[in-house]
C-alpha cells in the first residue's frame, strides 16, 4: 500500500513564499513520476508541477518561474518550493505518485491547505 503524506502548508501574504513537503511510504517503483496537484472549490483539480525519477519536469504556465519542483529519490520525498505566492495560488494542494507512461497518477495525498492573502 502506497501512502502519500503532505506537509508545509499554512497562510502566507501575497508575495511570500511557502514549501511543501510529501513523503511517501510503501511499494514504489523506482521508475516514476511525483507531483503535485490543486483544487479550489467549485473547479477540478489542476496540474501544478511534476518531476520524474530521471530529472524530466513539468509546470503549469500560471507557475511556471515561481514554484520549483524537487525531489529526493533516495528519501522518498518530493517538495514543491512556491515563491512570489498569489492570492490565485490558494488552493488544497496534492502531492501525487505514479507511472511515467501514463502520465496520470496513482496515489494522491489526503491534501494541505495553502492560503495566500492579498
Known amino acids: 500500500q502506497v501512502q502519500l503524506v503532505e506537509s508545509g502548508g499554512g497562510l502566507v501574504q501575497a508575495g511570500g513564499s511557502l514549501r511543501l513537503s510529501c513523503a511517501a511510504s510503501g511499494s514504489i517503483f523506482n521508475i516514476n513520476a511525483m507531483g503535485w496537484y490543486r483544487q479550489t472549490p467549485g473547479k477540478q483539480r489542476e496540474l501544478v508541477a511534476t518531476?520524474?525519477?530521471?530529472?524530466?519536469?513539468n509546470y503549469a504556465d500560471s507557475v511556471k518561474g515561481r514554484f520549483t519542483i524537487s525531489r529526493d529519490n533516495a528519501k522518498k520525498m518530493v517538495y514543491l518550493q512556491m515563491n512570489s505566492l498569489k492570492p490565485e495560488d490558494t488552493a488544497v494542494y496534492y502531492c501525487t505518485l505514479g507511472p511515467i507512461a501514463t502520465g496520470k497518477p496513482s496515489y494522491w495525498g489526503q491534501g494541505i491547505q495553502v492560503t495566500v492573502s492579498s
Open positions: 518531476k520524474t525519477s530521471g530529472g524530466s519536469t
